[in-house]
Structures are given as structure tokens and as C-alpha cells.
């Protein structure tokens, strides 16, 4: 008989949080008493992969030396790394300047009050100075002719001028921030209470702060933190992180629907300041010239005063696991407020935040289309109340090196920025003419003389397409150094390589060929230790989104995840947290899938003589990837815009090659067909060239290089990662296959709104039919991201009718062939 066994929150793990720190079950991560060098990670044979072994933490968060090599240097020591990592709160009499034992009792209120926190740190006066920007004073004098035509007559405009300012004041008091010192303090305590009543660890690497608090105290220059965005936790846990380090508290943009009674005071006081979570219109659907200027001058006051910002470009807490498409419409006013030369320059700091489990617990009504509760003073109230009663496991923040914005802007100044090409300029013609994927290459390569003229701010198009470049380099900069947690490399696994189950043994030997996959890519793990106790802190964490079986009390555990709509949705969230790492390798695996399908139709169809299917050409491999990588650009960010894809791609068929998942054939081999058991050559060429801006533009990379055939290993091993591989990406793939198929159906113009619902109906019923191989395929925000991306693709063309949005068929995709064109592309790349 089967036997069910749950992970309650007393069955597994216990933990006991005294006022001191102490008496409490020591995570593998809870480095607070070792500070000499990173963890190195216990030694077993790895299965996936040889010569990975004894692997130290790597240090994550340098700058980019190709964008800011200036800034990389500047704060940077060898010995920083080696610094290692520092659990934020635990404090005891060590970390105060008295010993004893009233010490010990006391040690949470003596470290507090020992904090630097004065009133002088902070800005003065910004009411007044902003009302008095040369910006708001136009503003607000354009805002009363256009409202009263009469205030332009004689003893008329200054009434007018009066009560647009009494509004311009109103709307100021209702934005700024009232950072109050003593209350952060008592807000430090408060917090060091809560943080250990449900997190076991809050980590950070000692020589990431060393660097922020160099550039803080040495540097005569704003700082702007740029972290993704997780949780609403977020907002206080980079305030209390830098308030332990004696940082000045920085004023954080936080949205409007913060704004509620008692719980918007709080926020002031502790730096935030509220700003509408949409800028563009108002009510009459024109554009609000008073507010944005307001904005502008606030921001620019809180620069020229010195004052540290904190600024989430995703705009809002990610839904998916994965970053969201940067909003930069903040970031653009602090370019500007540089640019402009009110301040001289500032350093931007992005900042990665990984969660063992968010507090919100999950999206899942979210992402079963319910729509978004708004916050409430109550519901505030019963979120701290839920937290209580439950543990979180650890968190992990990474400060990344901060780079001047300054040299950033004059970098792209000196260089040829690209031209930005939509969806449909770049990939359509790969899809209707099904012609090689050389479109994307040559969209990448097309060098406008107007655009390579115009390198200054002042230029509009080129404006925007820097302010984009540099906030899609700081989410992924921030997005990389973000550490890979224990939760997040259990759902993984249970999702994509041992979806029907699989012993609690072999969970633990793969888990650990995976924590040395990921660093063998520079990635830093949120843990350390023995990889069985952290699978069952995972595991304990993951709670009922997993099955824990046994047929007899003899036999081991078999873990497996619940298939239910809501536990796959949740798995999903937290296995999102590592698809970027594979993400290169396992667009290159669904990519060689796509080429050997489409080499087996053209032997099909007599072409090119003889094509081998167990050769594939390494350049129509990395052009297929490409393709593939420019079709899923609203899901993930596979390079930073100051690197090429080509590059990208070509990296990862290395990295490949190196690992023995594929093999490299010479030329002369190309009419061979091989036995799969077949020993290949390991040949090496050189690394390719990449040109770069110093380079001969006229340089020919098909020219130095020549092309090189690779083979799939027939290994077990190599194939079942190969698959893994492939298997990460396709409930994305499932989404858009399904979202092609849905678009038949579009007969007529449908609101926006409306037909994604109805797209999203179309998934889950799929889902719940059974009809779909990934229940998690159906998530709203993959829905949503169909929708955009087919919208950018050309396959939708959207129109606004009493700024309502419709959409219809293109007239290129009006044609059922050209619809069955854009399945059959995206099935191309999908396992069946």
C-alpha cells in the first residue's frame, strides 16, 4: 500500500530564532561566523559532465569592461572576492561596541542606535526648490493658458498661475518623500525581529558592499539602485541592508497604488516617494505636461542634493519567475538630469534579489486570469499576520560594481549603436519565405549613416535607443549576478527531467550535478553545504506543490510534483529563476532539433545531394538559434545589447563541445554516416574573431572562418542533458504553438483585452484536457506575451477606438498558408 508522506511545517526542519541570533538551526548558508573564503562545494562524481569538480564561488556583479572599463577597475581589488559572505541578520554582542550580558539581551537595540543615520544626510527644502525649477515655472504657466484661454489677458494670469501652482503643491506633497532618521531606526529593529522570525538567512557577499560603500563615501556622485523586482519586500530589504552597513538610506519610486492610508506615511518616512503607475495620459487624453515636469525636477533636486535613488525598472513584481521587459521611463529622467548638467555624474548600482520563497507565497490567481487585488491597509495587515505563522527559508542580495553613468553614455557616444528593428523586420521574412536565417544577421548588420551621425542625447531616436540599451544592460547585469537558489533548481528538475518521479537518491545526485553546472557558467548558488540536506530544505519549502510516495516502509522516498494547474504554475515560477542560465544551451539544443528536421525534409526533397542528418553545420546552427532567440525577446534576454548573439550562440556551441554533448567532425567526414557509437575527433579551432569597433569594418567573418560540422552525442548521459535541455524551453514554445493555432479563430477585430482572455481560456482548457504536454503553458503572462510578441511580429495589427485596443489579422497572415507557416516554424523547434 502507498504511503503518502506531506511536508508540514513541522516535519522536517526545525528552527528556533532567539532575540541573539543564536539557538537556531544553522543553514548551510549561514556563513555569519566565516569570513576567510567562499564555501567549496563537497566532491562526488558528476555524471553530467568531468573536470568540474572542487569549484569555489565564483564572484559575481563586476561591471561590464567592454561599456564602463574605467568603472570596473576603480573600485575593484583582488581581495575583495575572498571577503565572503555575511547573513545580515544575524547580530549579536560582536557586532556592538559593548560585551556582556546585558549586551547580549540588548544587541539588536544597541546595533541599531550604533548605526549612522543623521538628519543632514538627507535632502532639504525640495518643495520649495522644486516649485521654483525653471521646468515646473514653465510648465505650470503653459498648463493656465491652455486651461483658462483668459488668463493670457491683463490681471487674468496671475489667478490662473496661482491655482496651478496650489495644484503643482498638491501633487508634489502628495509624491515626495519624508525620511525620518529615528524612524528608520526603530523601522532597523523592527525589521532584525521580523527578518528572523521567517527567514532563516538574509546573505550578502561582504565584498560587493565593500565596493557600494566605497563608492558612497569616496565618490562625489549620486548612487542609483537598479534591482529586479520580486517581492514588495524588496523595497525594505535594500533599505535595511544598507542601514547595517551605515549607507545613507536611498528615496525609493514606488508606485501609486502604495499610496493608502497609514501604510503611505510609513513608506515616506522611510525614503519612498509615490509616482503614477502610468505617465502618459490624462483624462482627455492628453499628455500631463505639470506632472512629468514635477517628476523631472523632484528627481533632479534629489541628484543635485546628493540623495541616493532606488528605482525597479520592471515596474512592477515579476509574475513569472523570469525578468520583465524593462519600463525606463525613470531611468530616462535620471539620463536626462545627467545630460542636462545639473549634476556631474552618478554611478549606477543593479541589484540582484533571490527568495528561497517569495512572501507573497504565489501568483497563482494572477495567473489564472483573476485580476490584481489592489493593496489595502487590511490586506497589508493579514500579509505581515500570514508571514508570521510561516518560514521562508533564505534570501540572497547581490550589489553589483557601480559604474558611471557618464563613462556609460560616452562609451556609446564613441561606438555605433545598431538601429532597433522590430519583430517583423527581422524575423517575418525567415518565417513567410521560409528562406535561411540570415534576416536576422542582416538586420544586425545594417548600418544607418543617419543613425551613426546622430550620437548625442539631444537626438530623439538615438536618445531612446541608449536609454533602452542601458536599461536592458542593467536588468541583465542584475539578472546574472542574481544567485541561484536551492527551490529553484528542485522545481527544475522535478518539472523537466524527472516530471513522472524520481527517488530521493537520484534527486540529490542530479541536484548536485546541476549546483556544479551552474557555476561551471559563473553563476553564484544561495546555499552551500550537503546537497541532502539542502534538497530537503527545498523540498520542505516547496511544500504541497510535491508529491513524497513510498510503497513500503524498506524503500526510499519517490518524489514527484503535483499535477495540478496551481502546483505547476507555482513549480514553474520557481524553476524560472534558472532559465537564464541554460537558456544559450538550450536554444542551441531546440535549434539543432529544428536543423535535423528540416535536413531530413530537404534529403526528402533530393536537395544539396546527399544532406547527413548527423551533421549540422555549425553556422546554420547558431543562425536557427538566433532566429529562435530573436522570437522569444519578450520571454528572456539572452545578451546584454553591447554583445553580439553571434557570439552568444557561438559560445554555447563551445561550451557544448566542451562538455561532450556535441562533437566536432572534420570536413573531409561530411558524406560519412557514422555508427552512434562512433569515437569522434575532439578538434579545436581557434576561438573566432569578433569585430569591434577599433577593427576594419570591412572584415569579413565568413571570410577568416571557415564552417564546421557537429554531431549530437549518442552518450546516455549526454543525451538525457541534451533533452533537459530542450525540455526547458518547450512549455514556452507549447504557449506560442498554441497561441498560432488560436489565431485562426480571429475572424473579426476583437478588444485586445477580450481576445486575450479568450486566448487564455483556449490554453487552460488544453491543460485541463489533458491535450497539452505542459500544464504551465497556459500561465496569464505567457499569454500576454504571445499576445505582444505576435503584435510585434506582424501577425496582429492592433487600432485604438475610444482608447479602446482591437486587434486583427495583418494582411500578410490573412492567408491561411502564411498562419500555417507560423505554427509549423514553432513547431519546428519543439520536442513531439
Known amino acids: 500500500m502507498d504511503v503518502s508522506v506531506s511536508f508540514g511545517p513541522d516535519s522536517l526542519l526545525q528552527v528556533n530564532n532567539g532575540d541573539q541570533g543564536g539557538s537556531r538551526w544553522k543553514h548551510p548558508n549561514d556563513d555569519s561566523e566565516r569570513s576567510s573564503s567562499p564555501s567549496v562545494l563537497r566532491c562526488v562524481t558528476s555524471t553530467w559532465k568531468e573536470g568540474l569538480l572542487n569549484r569555489k564561488r565564483p564572484f559575481v556583479g563586476r561591471c561590464c569592461h567592454s561599456c564602463t572599463p574605467q568603472s570596473q577597475e576603480r573600485l575593484f581589488n583582488p581581495s575583495i572576492p575572498s571577503l565572503g559572505l555575511r547573513n545580515v541578520i544575524y547580530i549579536n554582542e560582536t557586532h556592538t561596541r559593548h560585551r556582556g550580558w546585558l549586551a547580549r539581551r540588548l544587541s539588536y537595540v544597541l546595533f541599531v542606535l550604533e548605526r549612522d543615520v543623521q538628519k543632514d544626510m538627507f535632502a532639504r527644502n525640495v518643495v520649495d526648490n522644486v516649485l521654483n525649477n525653471s521646468r515646473v515655472e514653465s510648465a505650470i504657466v503653459e498648463v493656465a493658458t491652455d486651461s483658462d484661454p483668459a488668463a493670457s489677458e ?34 532597523g529593529w523592527v525589521l532584525l525581529k521580523l527578518f528572523n522570525g521567517f527567514f532563516w538567512s538574509i546573505q550578502i557577499h561582504k565584498g560587493q558592499l565593500e565596493m557600494v560603500k566605497k563608492a558612497a563615501t569616496e565618490h562625489n556622485a549620486p548612487l542609483v539602485f537598479l534591482p529586479v523586482h520580486k517581492s514588495h519586500i524588496d523595497y525594505l530589504l535594500i533599505t535595511f541592508i544598507l542601514f547595517c552597513h551605515n549607507i545613507k538610506a536611498p528615496h525609493i519610486a514606488a508606485g501609486n497604488n502604495l499610496n493608502i492610508p497609514i501604510f503611505s506615511t510609513l513608506i515616506r518616512k522611510l525614503g519612498g516617494f509615490f509616482i503614477r503607475r502610468k505617465l502618459d495620459e490624462t483624462r482627455d487624453g492628453k499628455k500631463d505636461v505639470l506632472y512629468r515636469s514635477l517628476l523631472h525636477a523632484y528627481t533632479e533636486e534629489l541628484l543635485r542634493q546628493q540623495q541616493f535613488l532606488e528605482v525597479y525598472l520592471e515596474g512592477t513584481r515579476s509574475r513569472s519567475g523570469k525578468t520583465s521587459p524593462a519600463r525606463a521611463g525613470m531611468l530616462s529622467i535620471v539620463v536626462d538630469t545627467l545630460c542636462t548638467g545639473a549634476i556631474p555624474d552618478l554611478l549606477v548600482v543593479p541589484v540582484g534579489i533571490s527568495y528561497d520563497r517569495i512572501l ?20 497589508v495587515a493579514c500579509g505581515v499576520f500570514r508571514m508570521l505563522r510561516k518560514n521562508y527559508g533564505c534570501v540572497r542580495v547581490d550589489f553589483t560594481q557601480p559604474f558611471s553613468l557618464k563613462e556609460y553614455l560616452d562609451t556609446q557616444r564613441s561606438r555605433h549603436v545598431p538601429p532597433l528593428l522590430s519583430l517583423e523586420q527581422s524575423l517575418l521574412p525567415t518565417i513567410i519565405s521560409a528562406q535561411p536565417d540570415q534576416a536576422v544577421f542582416n538586420a544586425e548588420e545594417e548600418e544607418d ?31 546574472k549576478s542574481s544567485a541561484i537558489m536551492s527551490t529553484h533548481i528542485v522545481a527544475c528538475l522535478l518539472l523537466y527531467r524527472h516530471r513522472q518521479g524520481v527517488p530521493l537518491s537520484k534527486l540529490v545526485e542530479d541536484f548536485f550535478n546541476m549546483k556544479e553546472e551552474i557555476l561551471s557558467r559563473d553563476f553564484d548558488l544561495g546555499f552551500s553545504g550537503n546537497s541532502e540536506d539542502v534538497v530537503m530544505h527545498a523540498l520542505h519549502l516547496l511544500g504541497n506543490c510535491v508529491n513524497v510516495t513510498s510503497t513500503n516502509r524498506n524503500t526510499e522516498f519517490t518524489i514527484a510534483p503535483n499535477c495540478t494547474v496551481q502546483s505547476l504554475f507555482e513549480l514553474n515560477f520557481y524553476s524560472n529563476g534558472l532559465f537564464h542560465v541554460f ?29 547527413n542528418r548527423l551533421l549540422l553545420s ?31 550562440f557561438h559560445d554555447a556551441v563551445c561550451r557544448l563541445i566542451q562538455y561532450g554533448v556535441l562533437h566536432v567532425a572534420e570536413e573531409d567526414q561530411e558524406e560519412l554516416s557514422p555508427s552512434p557509437t562512433e569515437d569522434w575527433p575532439k578538434k579545436f579551432p581557434e576561438p573566432l574573431s569578433w569585430r569591434s569597433d577599433e577593427e576594419d569594418e570591412d572584415s569579413d567573418f565568413g571570410e577568416e572562418q571557415r564552417d564546421r560540422y557537429l554531431k549530437v552525442s549518442m552518450s546516455p548521459e549526454h543525451q538525457e542533458f541534451f533533452v533537459f535541455l530542450q525540455h526547458l524551453v518547450s512549455p514556452v514554445l507549447e504557449a506560442y504553438s498554441g497561441a498560432a493555432i488560436f489565431v485562426h479563430s480571429l475572424s473579426q477585430p476583437m478588444a485586445e483585452s477580450e481576445y486575450t482572455q479568450q486566448l487564455f481560456r483556449y490554453l487552460l ?68
Open 154 to 187: 491683463p490681471g487674468q494670469e496671475y489667478k490662473a498661475v496661482s491655482k496651478v501652482r496650489r495644484k503643482a503643491r498638491g501633487f508634489l506633497q502628495e509624491m515626495v518623500a519624508n525620511i525620518s532618521p529615528a524612524f528608520i531606526r526603530m523601522t
Open 618 to 648: 555549425q553556422e546554420r546552427l547558431i543562425r536557427k538559434a538566433a532566429s529562435l532567440s530573436h522570437f522569444l525577446t519578450n520571454e528572456v534576454m539572452v545578451a546584454p545589447p553591447c554583445q553580439t548573439i553571434y557570439q552568444v
Open 583 to 611: 537558456i544559450a544551451d538550450a536554444i542551441i539544443a531546440c535549434s539543432s532539433l529544428a536543423l535535423q528536421r528540416e535536413q531530413a525534409m530537404e534529403a526528402e526533397a533530393g536537395q544539396q545531394g546527399r544532406p
Open 765 to 832: 482548457t488544453r491543460t485541463e484536457k489533458g491535450i497539452a504536454a505542459y500544464g504551465e503553458s497556459a500561465t496569464h503572462y505567457l499569454v500576454k506575451n504571445t499576445v505582444r510578441t505576435f503584435k510585434e511580429l506582424g501577425v496582429l495589427r492592433e487600432r485604438r477606438e475610444n482608447r479602446v485596443s482591437y486587434l486583427e489579422l495583418s494582411s500578410t497572415f490573412l492567408s491561411q498558408a502564411n498562419r500555417n507557416k507560423l505554427l509549423q516554424y514553432i513547431l519546428g523547434f519543439t520536442l513531439l
Open 449 to 479: 549613416e543617419e543613425q551613426l551621425n546622430s550620437r548625442d542625447l539631444a537626438d530623439e531616436p538615438w536618445r531612446r535607443q541608449v536609454i533602452a540599451n542601458l536599461a536592458k544592460h542593467v536588468l541583465f547585469t542584475a539578472n
Open 360 to 379: 507573497e507565497g504565489n501568483y497563482n490567481s494572477e495567473q489564472l486570469g483573476k485580476p490584481k487585488k489592489n493593496e489595502s491597509l487590511w490586506g
